[in-house]
């Protein structure tokens, strides 16, 4: 008999150290995220590698 066990991980953001769950893979959380979002539009670099990769593929 095999028995699966699902465990969620939580991570923490590197902005704001609020524990998460990191459905996207960035190092931020959704609300450090749209933060950055908002500044990415005002010509502000993303301080996060995983973030700049997410806005310029979705190019928000």
């Known amino acids: 008999m095999v028995i699966m066990i699902k465990l969620e991980q939580n991570y923490l953001c590197l902005e704001c150290d609020k ?10 959380c959704p609300e450090c995220l749209k ?3 908002e500044n990415y539009k005002k010509g502000i670099p993303p ?3 995983t973030v700049s990769l997410f806005l310029k ?3 928000a």
């Not at 524990?19 to 931020?28: D, I, M």
């Open 19 to 28: 524990e998460f769950k990191n459905e996207l893979k960035l190092a931020v």
């Open 35 to 37: 933060k950055e979002i």
């Open 47 to 49: 301080k996060y590698v």
């Open 57 to 59: 593929k979705n190019k």
